[in-house]
């Protein structure tokens, strides 16, 4: 090799991914077609819109990256390489190249690009992890606010907190709140948060008692109030003030008030959407009125999707109407059978657990009774409720499991100690077959009656878990079954059956594997954690996964997630049934390019599980 085709084989081996292929005979050839260009500054390399089959190496000089609306995506400089994205798609380059310095460009061209993206692991490694960079960028491209209950409950304070302390009377109180014209008062003792006044309270509390304007404000007050947290959605502050009936929550952060949300807040954010409907079911009286209202939930579903609501915050809203139904079927329950004659919590499983659900959705539930159960004496009560709540559930648009997976199901239904003694037998002695089957248990959520019976079962999965590590091999060795839809050459493997010959299921091979794998990480860290974004954060925290993957692979769940989305809210407005088979000729390009990158994403993490965990036995 001539002293020029060595330099030039030098300066790429200095640099990734060609200096983890140095080795690879092929590059001696690959150097000998590679052409050199000089390009002063200000001058197009890619020009927009333009194609391109080069693989382009910076010697010397920087690049800057331009999107089609020339806004500034990055910039590159020294024995960086470009024009990568493009030869992946087939030429067609989303992205504008021009120098900023002059630059000195190695030209390589794409032959050699494919032919050693196919054959050397190492060098598509290095565009795998790009792919990963590429989907934050999307993501952030398509992110945006939205004016939705489902926005953090924070966004809704519209002052600081007003707030005086227990040490003043009624009438300070009262001044205080006509100066700055609030509706409630917060109450502090040496700077911590100890009560609230609300203009009800000096209402019926003082002036209807005819107490005397110095009396303390301690004796008026409610004490230790409900509180939200800042990052907490909005829906969930207006369950709070249905559950509890109070028309005002104070917010906190790092257990500092910052304000006060009141029902006039939300009313003007939101004239319509899913706390109305929420609201709504709690208004009804019998079972056509929930059916009616039922009816209503894909206008709510479209409406949080044509405001760009992301996925998190659709989960949670669609979440908190599937737990409504829940809650108010059973307190009618309670009206038609009589109070329960041992407390008992029924429990939500799978994507409800997870406040993941979407429009459609089947039921998944169980009940936990409380060890003083006597199936001779309660039994018939709770067979009774439970099959009118699921038979009304179903009504309501919740479809009964497939897999008999309900509290109707007298398997399903029983005391606290025989589910411990349930879990820890799958713990202990786990089957991978019954595990597929039963890795919905694995998330579960107290939504009605004595939440402490399904805290306490939580509690003793974690302990079990982590103490067994045999069953967290079966658990990943489940979490590769469902393979991401992805073939030869950036092309996607479709089902192949009937009606859905064209398409593939986004859920069963894209999102279903991600909570797959978050899952079994979650188990083994101990979070405490349901929902699979939440426990990402767990995951990270506990240094499970090498640094950006779990990042990664939130990004993942969120792009397939708001493609799935998206296709449902069309298939409702075509006057379809929504369903979760996509075909990609119907794709976007944007959906399609990101969709490859994200299913490499979980393939990748698949293979990490699968030797994360290989080989422990309990």
């Known amino acids: 090799m001539d002293v020029e085709l060595?330099?030039?084989?030098?300066?790429?081996?200095?640099?990734?991914?060609?200096?983890?292929?140095?080795?690879?005979?092929?590059?001696?050839?690959?150097?000998?077609?590679?052409?050199?260009?000089?390009?002063?500054?200000?001058?197009?390399?890619?020009?927009?819109?333009?194609?391109?089959?080069?693989?382009?190496?910076?010697?010397?000089?920087?690049?800057?990256?331009?999107?089609?609306?020339?806004?500034?995506?990055?910039?590159?400089?020294?024995?960086?390489l470009f024009g990568y994205f493009s030869l992946l798609r087939g030429g067609k380059s989303s992205q504008a190249m021009r120098t900023i310095e002059d630059s000195l460009l190695y030209r390589i061209p794409a032959r050699w690009f494919i032919k050693l993206y196919e054959e050397n692991d190492n060098f598509s490694d290095f565009f795998e992890l790009a792919r990963e960079v590429r989907l934050r960028v999307a993501m952030d491209s398509q992110s945006s606010d939205v004016s939705l209950m489902t926005c953090p409950v924070a966004s809704l304070l519209r002052r600081p907190p007003i707030?005086?302390?227990?040490?003043?009377?009624?009438?300070?109180?009262?001044?205080?709140?006509?100066?700055?014209?609030?509706?409630?008062?917060?109450?502090?003792?040496?700077?911590?948060?100890?009560?609230?006044?609300?203009?009800r309270d000096l209402r019926t509390r003082a002036v209807a008692q005819g107490l005397a304007y110095d009396t303390p404000i301690a004796d008026i007050m409610t004490r230790d109030p409900i509180v939200m947290d800042s990052g907490d959605y909005a829906a969930e502050a207006v369950l709070k003030m249905m559950e509890r009936n109070v028309h005002h929550i104070p917010v906190v952060k790092n257990g500092r008030p910052i304000g006060v949300v009141s029902?006039?807040?939300?009313?003007?954010?939101?004239?319509?959407?899913?706390?109305?409907?929420i609201s709504d079911i709690y208004k009804q009286t019998n079972i056509e009125g929930l059916k009616s209202i039922s009816r209503k939930m894909t206008h709510t579903f479209t409406h949080l999707v044509v405001a760009d609501a992301n996925t998190k915050m659709i989960g949670n809203a669609m979440s908190h109407i599937g737990t409504a139904f829940v809650k108010r079927l059973l307190q009618l329950g309670e009206e038609k059978f009589g109070p329960p004659p041992v407390p008992y919590c029924f429990i939500a499983l799978g994507s409800q657990a997870r406040e993941e659900q979407t429009i459609k959705t089947d039921q998944d539930n169980a009940l936990i009774l409380s060890d003083k159960y006597d199936k001779q004496v309660h039994g018939d009560y709770f067979e009774a409720l439970t099959d009118w709540v699921c038979r009304h559930l179903d009504d309501c648009g919740y479809d009964l499991c497939s897999g008999d997976i309900m509290a109707s199901n007298p398997r399903w239904r029983q005391p606290l100690s025989v589910w411990k003694e349930n879990f820890s037998e799958w713990i202990q002695r786990p089957k991978a077959e019954a595990l597929l089957r039963l890795s919905i248990f694995f998330d579960l959520r107290g939504v009605y009656g004595d939440k402490t019976l399904a805290f306490q079962l939580n509690q003793h999965i974690r302990r079990e878990a982590q103490q067994h590590s045999g069953f967290l091999t079966f658990m990943a060795r489940n979490a590769n079954q469902r393979k991401p839809p992805l073939g030869f050459f950036r092309q996607f493997v479709l089902d192949g059956e009937g009606k859905q010959s064209r398409t593939f299921n986004l859920k069963e091979r894209g999102i279903a594997p991600i909570i797959d794998i978050v899952r079994v990480h979650a188990l083994a860290c101990g979070s405490d954690k349901l929902n699979t974004l939440e426990r990402i954060e767990d995951i990270e925290a506990a240094g499970l996964l090498p640094d950006g993957r779990a990042k990664d692979l939130a990004l993942a769940l969120e792009m397939i997630g708001m493609v799935r989305i998206r296709h449902q809210k069309e298939q409702i407005e075509a006057g379809e049934e929504p369903n979760n088979h996509v075909n990609p000729e119907n794709l976007s390009s944007f959906e399609k390019r990101h969709l490859r990158d994200a299913f490499h994403i979980v393939s990748r993490q698949q293979e990490f599980i699968k030797f994360r965990y290989a080989g422990k036995r309990s």
């Open 6 to 80: 060595t330099e030039i084989l030098e300066a790429l081996c200095q640099h990734a991914p060609f200096n983890e292929i140095a080795d690879d005979p092929q590059l001696n050839d690959m150097v000998k077609e590679i052409e050199i260009q000089y390009v002063r500054a200000g001058e197009w390399v890619i020009a927009p819109s333009a194609l391109n089959n080069t693989l382009f190496f910076i010697r010397s000089g920087a690049i800057e990256v331009l999107s089609k609306e020339n806004k500034l995506i990055r910039r590159m400089n020294e024995g960086e």
């Open 163 to 199: 707030s005086t302390d227990i040490r003043s009377n009624i009438r300070i109180a009262a001044q205080i709140m006509a100066e700055h014209r609030v509706s409630s008062l917060l109450i502090t003792e040496n700077g911590e948060l100890i009560g609230i006044v609300t203009d």
């Open 263 to 277: 029902t006039g807040d939300i009313i003007q954010k939101e004239s319509h959407g899913s706390i109305y409907l």
